[in-house]
């Protein structure tokens, strides 16, 4: 394992790039969001990534981009459309704020996507980690970069043995090594060594304190919302009685899952039924 001191030496600095980049030129992943530099399907891919293995984000992924190729066609999509083409991946708001995000790209800004973290992160759903990810996948610009792989990289070779490492220890180790003149490729390494570092090793990330184990999806309300939106996509139009029957959730439970869904604008109330926008 690589020792790097605290105030990370330039000949420690070079080994551990090149350890990391040589992985990468070796083994990297080939994923269609490295072969462009398009904004657009760059933060597509950011939305559906969020909380989501690239397992299940490839197929959605190439089918989303048929259906909506610009930030134009995902913009003048009606919503139950959009709902339909993100069916599987769950955490429907996503594909809401993202619709809502191509909207506003849009009428603010001419159909480009913006390239400053501050003006990302005034769009719908957009926090620091996507901003500063699209700035670095699409604009190729030097941020800092910190999600669940690139943490066990940086755990693994510099906090062994550590318990309840923070963030904000990580940060200086992640700007004193970053590639400048190369951040997309240097980022793309980092995460493809991280998730080789926790199949062969399993997660480094699990001394860090920001690690949580998801709660179990069987039965939460995750479930349900999705289940709803499928019933939905699939029947046009129910009651929450019937909503309760083809879901095989509980009454009570499709209601208070239901009430939640339309007050996010997911789906509406007409009358006694229950739709899509």
Known sequence: MLIVHDKLAADGIRTFQRMVLEYYRRCGRDLPWRTTTDPYRILVSEFMLQQTQVDRVLPKYKAFMAVFPDAAALARAPLHQVLAAWS????????????????????????????????????????????????????????????????AVYIYFFFAGHTRVQDADLLPFI??????????????????????????????????????????????????RGAIIKSLLMYKSCTETMLSKKTGFDLEKVKAVTGQLIEEGLVRRQGARIDLP
């Open 175 to 224: 700007e004193k090594t970053l590639d400048r003149r190369n951040p997309r490729r240097w980022y793309n390494a980092l995460m493809d060594y991280g998730v080789m570092l926790k199949k062969t090793f399993g997660n480094p990330s699990r001394t860090s304190s920001s690690h949580t184990r998801q709660s179990p999806f069987k039965g939460s309300n995750r479930e349900i």
């Open 88 to 151: 599987g991946l769950g955490y429907n708001r996503r594909a809401q704020s993202l619709k809502r995000c191509a909207e506003e790209i849009m009428t603010r800004y001419g159909g480009n996507v913006p390239d400053t973290q501050t003006a990302l992160e005034q769009l719908p759903g957009i926090g620091p980690y996507t901003a500063r990810a699209v700035c670095v996948f699409a604009y190729n610009q030097p941020r800092i970069v910190l999600e669940t792989n690139i943490r």
